[in-house]
């Protein structure tokens, strides 16, 4: 595996394999990789000959006050995760290199409605950061695929919507959600943990099973199910930012006959945020 930290080496690289008839497939993180992310380097392999993951921990995704500074980083062992794995290249630019012109001066790429509510409104200006890098990652690296978790579900959603808006020629596949054991979503933030939030954090994703089988069991009493799991989540000790019954195509309200819908929820557990969500087929 190559690690390239310059754009002009990555476009070197990556146009030679073009050349050679090679397809791009490409997996944008900010590192400290799990094996929900080493899942999409696994999925990429099937949408790419090459496969190119980004390591940049993105300062415009996070507000003041949230947890830029202390996000772990841990590319030695992320290099070995991914070599691993497979990828072609680890790209890990400098945020001079994906900033030119600062994060102040920097273009932004607004996503309307979708990134509106949820994680949206709960982290304001939050997924500006993760489209407007997301866009410049794309611009480098110009991949013909790209691979994005479900676990990031809203997220997920306003990339599509991004790439069919602005006609990029992307392909965009979402990989399903990996789990501890127990339920949890893997994620990097689940290390914040104390010993005795971690025994409570699979809570969050039984909340949202009991969500689904009631669906599964003919109820459409929408809010009061959200309501219901708000409450079964104060009282387990967590916080609920969230908790919501959408259609799974876009997020919008759904009428009582909808058939494909998405439990999401985000709730913080003492100082840790965690999201996860659940796709209901009915
Ligand atoms: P991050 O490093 O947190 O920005 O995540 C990079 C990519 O990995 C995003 O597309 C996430 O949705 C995805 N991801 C994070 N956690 C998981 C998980 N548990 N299962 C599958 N994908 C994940």
Redesign the pocket.
């Known amino acids: 595996m190559l690690t390239i930290e310059s754009l002009e080496e990555l476009r070197e690289q990556l146009q030679d394999w073009r050349t050679g008839g090679d397809h791009i497939a490409f997996?944008?993180?900010?590192?400290?990789l799990?094996e929900?992310?080493l899942?999409?380097v696994r999925l990429a392999r099937a949408h790419g000959e090459r496969v190119v993951v980004s390591i940049f921990v993105n300062p415009t995704q996070f507000a003041a006050g949230e947890d830029f500074a202390v996000y772990p980083r841990t590319l030695e062992r992320d290099k070995r995760r991914l070599s691993r794995a497979k990828a072609d290249v680890l790209f890990c630019p400098s945020a001079e290199e994906v900033y030119p012109y600062g994060t102040a001066q920097a273009t932004i790429v607004h996503v309307p409605e979708i990134g509106s509510e949820f994680c949206g409104s709960a982290r304001p200006g939050h997924f500006d950061g993760v489209t407007s890098v997301v866009m410049r990652l794309f611009a480098m690296v110009q991949p013909d695929a790209a691979?994005?978790?479900?676990?990031?579900y809203q997220?997920?959603l306003i990339i599509k919507r991004m790439v069919s808006d602005l006609n990029l020629p992307i392909q965009v596949a979402t990989?399903?959600?990996?789990?501890e054991e127990d339920g949890l979503?893997?994620?990097?933030r689940n290390q914040y943990l104390s010993e005795e939030e971690r025994s409570l954090a699979p809570q969050l994703h039984q909340a949202l099973e009991a969500i689904a089988e009631r669906l599964h069991t003919g109820d459409r009493n929408y809010s009061q199910l959200e309501d219901a799991a708000v409450t079964r989540l104060k009282d387990a000790g967590f916080t609920p930012d969230y908790v919501g019954i959408r259609r799974a195509e876009n997020l919008a309200a759904p009428d009582r006959d909808d058939d494909e819908l998405v439990v999401l929820a985000a709730a913080q557990l003492g100082k840790t945020r965690l999201i996860d969500n659940v796709l209901v087929h009915i």
């Not at 979503?185 to 990097?188: D, E, I, K, T």
């Open positions: 997996v944008p993180t900010m590192g400290n799990h929900g992310h899942s999409l691979v994005f978790g479900q676990k990031d997220q997920q990989g399903p959600t990996q789990r979503a893997m994620s990097s």
